[in-house]
């Protein structure tokens, strides 16, 4: 402390800070090691450099400003390699610092430096006119860099500022149609939608084509000079903070309808979208979340999106036609029952216990044990949800309130085994719901250990209020699984694994639970065939479980896998292909891992 204090160097208050702090020793409930940690911090060199700079930083412009020590660095950095060149064979002090100064990335940055101070800011803007006509219209002249932005016409596309122009269809003039976000013309903010293009350098645009326009530009070098009529009422560009997930995949070149190809902004299914302007009613502006390139490009809007998937399916349906009753059932989303099953009602298998359902296709064999769901209310038999883009927001980890973890895929996938080796890993962490029955009691079961125990009659008013996530029956006796129950794992601070059918995601995926939904996918048909044989898997389409798969029941697998994708693919946060066992378990771990300490997106309604 005392050579602090004899320095003058040291920052006036970091001194005074220690000083107290030594002062106070007695009084603070510390021990000696952290006393010393916080004394060591306060008298490092490194703090009092840091803490030297802010304070500069934070004077400028008030006591004192900063200035370019020289404007010449380049030519130094030149005249040094010239010096230090022949020594490079003598010292490796030379060597290093001429290879150093050879470096495209060191020379650029001086080159930068040398720029900014001689003030020699690019592009120029030529002169305004001394003299000017009081009747004549405002006319603004923008010079802007000519870079990899395009700005299209109707039909031909160039490269150029990062905006889109047209013909207005009642004065015949070109105008500025879309600004692009982040390109050169929004940067600038001196081009707006609705400005008129009078001449573009130097020439008059007058009774041109967009396409003639984009000639002249295509032609041009280095600053293309726009002069322009401002429009009337203009307002700024602001750009919104709506993030949304893509449900679909978009390749802006094959798409006929959008207005500039090169302004199209590609993505896949699943890719978070920052959607930066929605101004225009069939096409949007976005960045991929996490992109570094500030330019926006075009996507179709959600309303364009799901006219474009109706037309498609409009035109399946007219194809299938001509198929069989099994073809048109089978294009939209939906699937066959007997001529003799009860109206209202879809039968779906279990295993026993009433865990996992089977696939609710119709097996050539009756099952004994059924799952029922109100057809009212079943995605089976309507069209599906036209999946588009979903609004999303970041979920950050919540101490002590873990999400739920649902797995869901076709019977016979290995949902069962991987939730069996989960929970066998930490059964103090991971817990999965105890089913509801209304069977009695039997010789050494326990209430609320095997199952919990309730009437009939209380189970099924529990059912009619909507309070189980699935449930059917067995025997003549109600299983099920109660929401409460999930709620209650999950408010105990357990990790919740689940394993449900699919259409049990209706009743999980609700803000109040914000379950991490895992699709169980099977591998192809040749790979399902081969692994499950080799592993001796019994079949879950036999009750007994007593016998191995059958080509038709991989088939069915994969069959229920392709209707669940197509149906519920757009509510999936991960998809694990179970072509290996171990390794797929070695994915559920990482995710399991993720979602307990990463921030995940999540839908925006989630969040607020």
């Known amino acids: 402390m005392t050579a602090v204090m004899a320095n003058g160097n040291w920052d006036p208050a970091l001194s005074r800070l220690l000083v107290s702090l030594e002062e106070a020793r007695q009084f603070l409930p510390s021990s000696e090691e952290e006393f010393g940690f916080l004394s060591d911090l306060l008298q490092s060199k490194e703090l009092h450099a840091l803490v030297k700079v802010h304070n500069k930083i934070i004077s400028n412009g008030k006591d004192e400003k900063f200035h370019p020590t020289l404007s010449n660095s380049m030519q130094i950095a030149l005249e040094v390699l010239d010096v230090v060149g ?42 305004i006119p001394l003299e000017v006509d009081e009747d004549e219209e405002t006319i603004k002249i923008v010079q802007l860099v000519k870079s990899n932005e395009p700005l299209s016409g109707a039909q031909t596309v160039e490269p150029i500022v990062g905006a889109t122009i047209k013909t207005d269809e009642e004065t015949g003039k070109i105008v500025i149609a879309r600004i692009m976000h982040g390109g050169a013309a929004d940067r600038s903010g001196l081009i707006h939608v609705g400005d008129e293009v009078c001449e573009v350098n130097g020439i008059n645009v007058e009774g041109k084509t967009p396409n003639d326009v984009l000639k002249i530009l295509q032609n041009s070098e280095g600053t293309i000079t726009f002069k322009l009529v401002p429009a009337d009422g203009k307002v700024g560009i602001r750009e919104s903070k709506v993030r949304v997930r893509a449900h679909f995949d978009y390749t802006s070149s094959t798409d006929p309808y959008i207005p500039c190809k090169e302004a199209g902004l590609d993505f896949v299914k699943g890719d978070v979208l920052h959607i930066v302007s929605q101004d225009d009613a069939y096409w949007w502006q976005a960045r991929r979340e996490g992109d570094r390139n500030m330019r926006a490009g075009l996507i179709p809007s959600r309303a364009l999106q799901e006219r474009r998937i109706l037309h498609e399916r409009t035109q399946q349906d007219k194809t299938s036609e001509e198929g069989s009753y099994s073809d048109v059932v089978w294009s939209l989303g939906l699937h066959l029952l007997p001529a003799n099953f009860p109206v209202g009602l879809c039968s779906v298998s279990v295993l026993p216990g009433c865990q996992s359902p089977k696939s609710p296709r119709c097996a050539s064999k009756p099952k004994t044990k059924k799952i029922m769901y109100d057809t009212a209310e079943n995605d089976d038999f309507d069209r599906e949800e036209i999946a588009t883009y979903e609004e999303v927001a970041k979920l950050y980890p919540r101490p002590g309130l873990h999400r739920p973890v649902v797995l869901i895929g076709p019977p016979g996938v290995g949902r069962n085994e991987l939730k069996r080796r989960l929970i066998a890993t930490d059964q103090e962490k991971y817990k999965t719901p105890i089913p509801y029955t209304s069977r009695p009691v039997r010789h050494g079961e326990v209430n609320g250990k095997e199952y919990f125990f309730v009437t009939r009659e209380k189970m099924e008013e529990e059912i009619e209020a909507g309070k189980f996530i699935e449930f059917g029956e067995y025997k003549g006796n109600l299983y099920g699984t109660s929401a409460e129950s999930v709620k209650s794992l999950v408010n105990a601070g357990y990790v919740c694994i689940l394993n449900p059918h699919y259409q049990a995601l209706k009743m ?8 991490y939904i895992i699709y169980i996918k099977p591998p192809p048909f040749d790979i399902l065939k081969e692994t499950r044989n080799a592993s001796y898997a019994r079949s879950t389409f036999d009750e007994n479980n007593s016998r191995g798969f059958t080509d038709e029941e991989f088939q069915e697998m994969l069959h229920s896998s392709e209707r669940i994708e197509f149906l519920y693919g757009h509510l999936f946060d991960e998809v694990i292909e179970n072509a290996d066992l171990s390794a797929a378990f070695e994915q559920l771990v990482r995710a399991v891992n993720r979602v307990e300490t990463e921030p995940l997106w999540v839908p925006a309604s989630w969040v607020q």
């Open 508 to 515: 999980l995926r609700i803000p109040q639970l914000k379950p």
């Open 86 to 127: 022949p020594r490079v064979a003598l010292k490796e002090e030379c060597k290093e610092i001429f290879l150093l100064l050879q470096k495209p990335h060191i020379q650029g940055l001086l080159c930068a430096h040398d720029a900014v101070a001689q003030k020699d800011y690019f592009p120029r803007l030529p002169e």
